[in-house]
Nanobody
């Protein structure tokens, strides 16, 4: 059974930082890339950052230079370090796993974790 467990969301003031983690069960982690998407109310889900098996990364335009994605293959975990947070970063953040996550969403999704940035 595939499980994606997200953690680390919460409320933070503008300019602050949060770190999200996604723990991935089973063998799918070692065979796939992992990405973070986010969805704000009334908006489409958008790619925040993705990392492939080999460590290639891709970031959404609005987070470049502020967010960093990394993977820990020993712990089957991907983390998203978010710095210099802004109110427009407020959204539900979803972990996603798939073969080509930096170009196309994969088949596996986490339950989502809320990030709220106050001004």
């Amino acid at each position: 059974q595939v499980q994606l467990v997200e953690s680390g969301g919460g409320l933070v003031q503008a300019g602050g930082s949060l770190r999200l983690s996604c723990a991935v069960s089973g063998n799918i982690f070692r065979d796939n890339g992992v990405a973070w998407y986010r969805q704000a109310p009334g908006k489409q889900r958008q790619l925040v950052a993705g990392i492939t098996l080999t460590g290639t990364t891709r970031y959404g335009g609005s987070v470049k230079g502020r967010f960093t994605i990394s993977r820990d293959n020993a712990r089957n975990t991907v983390s998203l370090q978010m710095n210099s947070l802004r109110p427009d970063d407020t959204a539900v953040y979803y972990c996603n796993v798939g073969r080509n996550v930096i170009t196309t969403p994969g088949d596996y999704w986490g339950q989502g974790t809320q990030v709220t940035v106050s001004s």
